[in-house]
């Protein structure tokens, strides 16, 4: 399989960015969820946050690493078969997507350094609170990436739908280039 897209479909690296991010999204969501249910006594109370923070660091700097490959290796083209309003929602919510995944990467920074203090990614590198109101930045910050954090969660759950929707009703290779095989029906 290639690395790089070609007009037919998805290259191996495009591949491996969309779906470890998906994966890692829900597995933050879900530990997002926990974490904020557990008691101080509980061994995984400091524990859990620092995981969270040092795997969100990681996320955005994959987030970066996939929009610099999106334009040294541009996705394939939208199907021919594909209407025009069809791609105006695909573009449409690939956009809120990604918007979606910064604010909550930077409503997260926030949240982590309004004391002043670096985030430790794994104890390997700190990233520097640049920004810092304890009080303020926290609750706002927190309120922001919860409902963010939703609303990623349900687009994202529409996106997978859609794909569902192309595969199994409208039997074209919107899915199937997602997953690495090509298609006959390129180009715009």
């Known amino acids: 399989m290639q690395l790089r897209n070609s007009p037919t479909r998805y290259g191996v690296i495009s ?6 991010t998906a994966i890692v999204v829900y597995a933050m969501f879900g530990l997002g969820l926990w974490m904020v249910t557990l008691s101080y006594y509980d061994g995984w109370y400091h524990q859990a946050p620092e995981l969270h923070k040092s795997i969100g660091i ?17 996705v394939p ?7 025009r309003l069809t791609r105006l929602a695909a573009a449409s919510a690939h956009i809120a997507l990604y918007g ?9 920074y926030l949240i982590s ?3 002043g203090k670096p985030i430790s990614v794994f104890g390997l590198f700190d990233v520097p609170a640049l920004l810092a109101d304890a009080g303020t930045q926290a ?8 409902w963010l954090a939703w609303s990623l969660v349900v687009l994202s759950v529409l996106h997978g739908l859609a794909a569902i929707k ?7 290779a919107t899915l199937t280039r997602m997953l690495g095989k090509a298609s006959s029906d390129s180009g715009a």
């Open 15 to 20: 591949l491996l960015l969309h779906w470890v």
């Open 58 to 74: 990681l996320l955005m700097m994959g987030l970066v690493i996939r929009i610099i490959w999106r334009h040294v290796s541009p």
């Open 77 to 83: 083209p939208p199907l021919q078969s594909q209407t």
């Open 100 to 108: 979606l995944l910064f604010a909550i990467l930077i409503s997260g």
């Open 113 to 115: 350094t309004a004391d």
């Open 139 to 146: 609750d706002l910050a927190g309120s922001l990436h919860l």
């Open 166 to 172: 192309h595969h199994v009703i409208d039997k074209d």
